[in-house]
Every structure is written in C-alpha cells, then in structure tokens.
C-alpha cells in the first residue's frame, strides 16, 4: 500500500517542483501553483473516467484503465473482488443445477407457486404425472391446469396437513396424492406422488382376506352343525362331551371371527357413493340394544343408565350404526369387571354433531394402549378379550362406521372411569330421506 502512496508522493512533488521552476522563471508563483494544480486535478479526473467507463461497460478488457500508484491499486481490487463474484456466482449455479437435477430426478413431482396458484417451477416429474411444463407452464395458474375438484378444494384451504387424492388427468387408471407445503413467505410447493400400485395392492389385500373369509364361513358352519348335533345326541360317549363343547365353542368363535372380518372388508371396499342414507332412529336402536343386553347384564352384575334424546335422529346406513352402538356398549360390559356401572348417554354434543358416549367405572385402559385401541387384532390382553368372547376386530369396525359417517371417535381413560364417545354430524335440512354420501 505504501509502495503505491509513495507513488502518488513522488508525483505531487514533481508536480510542486515544476510549479516552483516556472514560478522562479516567470515570477508568477500562484499562476505557476494554479496550473499545475489544475492539470493534477485534470489528470485525477481522467483516470475517474476510464474507471467509469471500465465499470459501465462490464469490465471489457481493452477498457482496463493503465494506471499506477493509487489507480493501479483501486483498478487490481476491484478486478480481484470482481473474479471472486464470478467464482462465487459459478459455484451457486453449479449448486443450484446440481439440486435441479435431485429435485428432477426425484419420483415425486415438485410443483412450486406463489400466493396467487401461479406456477413459479415445476420438474419433469410433473411432465410425467400431470402433464406439466415445467418451461411452458410457468405463470399459468394450477387449477387451470389441474382440474381435479379435489386440487380445486385444496388451494382453497392451503391446509398442510391434508392429503389430497384425485386422478392423474394423464393417465385415468393412476391414482394421486398430494400435499401442499411452505417454502417461505408467499412459495409453496405442491408435492404429488403416484399411489396407483400401492392402491392396488391395498385392493389385493382386502379382496383377499374378503374372499378368504368367505371361503372359510361354508365349512365352518357345516363343522358347527355337525358339532351341535353332537353335542345334541344323548348317546354321544361321555369322554367326548368335554371336547365336543370346546370344539364348537372355538367354532362359534372362528364364526365370529369370520363374519367381523367380512363386514371389516365391505366397510373398507364398500363404494361409499352407492350407499344411500337414511334417517337412523338411534334412540329407538338403543332401546332395542338395552333391552337385548339385558340378560348379559344381569348374568355380570353390570348396571346400565342411559339418558338418551328421544328426538334426536341422524342420516346414515342403520345396519353400520347398529354394529358401532353394539360394539361400545358391549365393550363396555365385556372389559369390565363383575358389578360396573355403565352410562350411555346420546345427545346432541353442539350445532354440529350428535354424540353417543359410553361411561364405565371399570378399572380403564393404560394411556399406551389407548391409540391402538382401533388396530385390528389389538386386544389389551388378549387372554382376557378371548375368554370374554372378544374378536379383537370390534373398535376396528367401530372407527370405519364413523369415518364413513364423517364422523371421529375420542376415547379417554382413566381408573375408575373410561369413555368412547362416536359423534355424527347433524344434517340439519333435509329435503329428501335420501342422501348420498359424496365421498
Ligand atoms: P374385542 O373383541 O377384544 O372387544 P375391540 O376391538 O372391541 O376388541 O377392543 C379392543 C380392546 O380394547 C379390547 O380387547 C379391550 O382390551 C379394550 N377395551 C375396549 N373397550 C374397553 C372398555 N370399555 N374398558 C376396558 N378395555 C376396553
């Protein structure tokens, strides 16, 4: 830095001395002093210049401005940082080309809009899914270009937790799911995936466990008639009686089984559009629970209160209603012990929703079992459950009929007192008995 100071010093002297050698040979010092100033500041103003135009022509080459001392230092730093930027500038591009590809490559489709559904990018997955561009399409709004209801519905609500599922409007045989999701203020990314084969596999399965359990309910109600005739038969040798009546307890069992298992698969495979609604008399349904589940009742010492409204109805499939309703009241008389006491109330819980809740003052159910309570298979002891007669498949059941009511399930416990509540949503007007489910 000093070398270039010293530079610039020794040409202010030269200068100073010029100006003092025509003072001396003119006598005009200050006219001497005033141009030789003047032509310093000239010169100062002309290397400005070139620096100007170097840097308003984007550093061209032939325009570098040849200086020395201070100019030739301004020049090499601006010259160095500018090659520094390029560095930087080439390495963001690299990145970013880098995470283009990624994000192309990805299987899922990535579709990135503002505020206003308007598409800012997308990569070539959504060529390949949806159709769209992601050179052509950019600036045209999404729903313009996906016309799905359901997209429609879900730019709508820009709910980030949704899952949305709606049709490929490529191919009408792949089914979709999307999630909306926030980059920052005023981006969002639409995330959409192919679920077709995974569908499709959910299909396989439930038709064959569906046709499995009805390829074994033939046989089994041949081999409980059999059993029954047996246990029946007088002459039957009194070494078998034992066996007999085990073996056609466990196949009243297996029945059970069986037919919780099929109405577990019409209740998942079901097409929810074809099933008409009616208005469901549930106050009338658990008048008729009650009084069927009197005898358990006494058999266990139980005691059963209910405060139901008598006005109070719902639209929705009676025969599903009636296996919920079952279901609860009779867990509730099943996992508990001898002498429990059970509140069945159904009421209108607000503006919305009618809800049945089932109290018992039974020992209750440990927190960590409460969330797989609805799994298939779930038993909190599962001896116990078997003893009792229990499938282990009844709140699976129980939540199926009140999704496909739109409805939830809350469940809380703690001992000495566990609650299942159903709430259904109230259809307030009603022109028509009949409504179909739009889902
Ligand atoms: P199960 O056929 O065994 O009744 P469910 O799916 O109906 O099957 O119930 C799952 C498990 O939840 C039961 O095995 C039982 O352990 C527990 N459960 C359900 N209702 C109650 C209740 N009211 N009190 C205590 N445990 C319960």
Redesign the pocket.
């Known amino acids: 830095m000093q070398v270039y100071w010293s530079i610039e010093l020794r040409r202010l002297v030269g200068g100073v001395m010029v100006a003092v050698i025509f003072g001396f040979i003119t006598g005009y010092w200050w006219a001497a002093f005033l141009v030789t100033a003047l032509g310093y500041v000239a010169w100062l103003l002309y290397k400005l210049r070139q620096l100007q135009l170097w840097l308003v022509h984007d550093f061209k080459p032939d325009e570098l401005p040849d200086s020395d001392g201070v100019w030739e230092q301004v020049v090499t730093l601006i010259n160095r940082s500018r090659q520094k930027s390029i560095k930087r500038k080439q390495k963001q591009e690299e990145i970013l080309q880098r995470l283009n590809n990624i994000i192309s490559a990805l299987p899922d489709a990535v579709i990135l809009f503002d505020d206003d559904h308007v598409i800012q990018w997308s990569n070539s997955t959504a060529l390949a899914l949806m159709g769209i561009n992601g050179k052509t399409d950019v600036g045209q709004r999404i729903d313009n270009l996906l016309r799905a209801p359901e997209i429609a519905q879900a730019l709508t609500g820009m709910d980030t937790e949704e899952e949305i599922q709606f049709i490929s409007p490529r191919n009408a045989q792949a089914t979709l799911q999307a999630r909306i999701l926030p980059v920052e203020r005023g981006l969002w990314l639409l995330n959409v995936r192919d679920i077709s084969q995974r569908i499709q596999l959910q299909h396989t399965r439930k038709a064959f466990i569906a046709n499995a359990s009805h390829e074994l309910r033939t046989p089994l109600t041949v081999v409980s008639g059999y059993l029954e005739l047996m246990q029946e038969d007088p002459e039957v040798p009194a070494h078998l009686v034992m066996a007999i009546q085990q073996s056609r307890e466990q196949t009243l069992r297996m029945q059970q089984i069986i037919s919780d298992m099929l109405t577990l698969s019409k209740l998942e495979t079901m097409e929810r559009a074809q099933i008409p609604l009616r208005v469901v008399d549930v106050p009338e349904m658990l008048k008729n629970t009650s009084q069927a589940l009197t005898d358990t009742l006494a058999a266990q010492s139980h005691t059963l209160e209910t405060h139901i409204d008598a006005e109070l109805m719902i639209m929705g499939v009676e025969g599903e209603l009636t296996s919920a309703i079952t ?1 609860l009241i009779d ?2 008389i ?3 012990p001898a002498g429990t006491h059970v509140i069945v109330r159904w009421e209108r819980l607000n503006q919305d929703y009618a809800a049945l809740t089932v109290t ?1 003052n ?1 020992p ?2 440990p927190n960590e079992h409460i969330v797989h ?1 609805t799994e298939r298979f ?4 599962t001896g116990r ?1 078997r003893e009792r007669g ?7 059941i129980v939540k199926h009929v009140i999704q496909n009511h739109q409805g939830y399930l809350s469940i809380k416990s703690r001992p000495g007192e ?1 609650t ?1 509540q159903a709430s259904f949503p109230l259809i307030k007007e009603t022109k028509e008995a009949e409504i179909l489910v739009n889902t």
Request: hydrophobic content about 30%; aromatic content about 8%; charged content about 15%.
């Open positions: 279901n867990n509730a099943k996992h508990t018992d039974g209750g159910i309570l779930y038993r909190v002891d459950s229990g499938t282990g498949l009844g709140l699976s566990t299942f």
